[in-house]
């Protein structure tokens, strides 16, 4: 069955940067593309970016445009995504996501990493 | 791109019908047919029920059904069930592999 396995819990400081991986099984990866997805506490869920895991062309949000890579590594069929000078702001469970070879749907989704940043 | 706008609250009482709506603009859900709802229970994976505006994949009972009209579209579950509460999200895909969620809704069954 699909699976999305990510990596876990991290605590920041302002400033830093974070790096969430997001390992893909139960499918042959480089057939679908991958999301990223981010939901604040009590939030609703936020788009990030896309990236194409056969060619790693990538689409970020434009209010993350600068601060946000995502990269694929094929061998190891894992996905990863770094953000970059976090603030409060960017606390939020960050949700990697399957896109369907179209490229036009959001199918199945990683359990999510949660990311906190505080002083 | 700003958020499609859900109701951030809906209730019903075992066996009635609710009904949730996603309103975007042109850019998005009047554009396109690939909208796609998630219910998302707490601390829990979202869940794909619908996509492409009214199909169910596999296992997601016919209770759930998808409907669009202009740049509304719009979930409706009927028969509720205990487990349908949950919080429930529509998404639009909004063009060269961008997308666009809404902010969400709480269903609560009474």
């Known amino acids: 069955q699909v699976q999305l396995a990510q990596s876990g819990a991290e605590v920041k400081k302002p400033g830093a940067s974070v790096k969430v991986s997001c390992k893909a099984s139960?499918?042959?990866?480089?057939?679908?593309?991958i999301s990223w997805v981010r939901q604040a506490p009590g939030q609703g869920l936020e788009w990030m970016g896309w990236i194409s895991t056969y060619n790693g062309n990538t689409n970020y949000a434009q209010n993350l445009q600068g601060r946000v890579t995502m990269t694929t590594d094929t061998s190891t069929s894992t996905a990863y995504m770094e953000l970059r000078s976090l603030s409060s702001d960017d606390t939020a469970v960050y949700h990697c996501a399957r896109v369907d070879p179209t490229g036009d749907l959001i199918d199945y989704w990683g359990h999510g990493t949660l990311v906190i940043v505080s002083s | 791109q700003s958020a499609l706008t859900q109701p951030r609250s809906v209730s019903g009482s075992p066996g009635q019908s609710v009904t949730i709506s996603c309103t975007g603009t042109s850019s998005d859900v009047g554009s396109y047919n690939y909208v796609s709802w998630y219910h998302q229970h707490p601390g829990k994976a979202p869940k794909l029920i619908i996509y492409d505006v009214t199909k169910r994949p596999s296992g997601v009972p016919d209770r759930f059904s998808g409907s669009k009209s202009g740049n509304t579209a719009s979930l409706t579950i009927s028969g509720l069930q205990a487990d349908d509460e949950a919080d429930y999200y529509c998404?639009?895909?909004?063009?060269?592999?961008?997308?666009?969620f809404g902010g969400g809704t709480k269903l609560t069954v009474l």
């Open positions: 139960g499918y042959i990866f480089t057939s679908y593309h």
């Open positions: 998404c639009s895909y909004a063009g060269i592999y961008t997308w666009v």
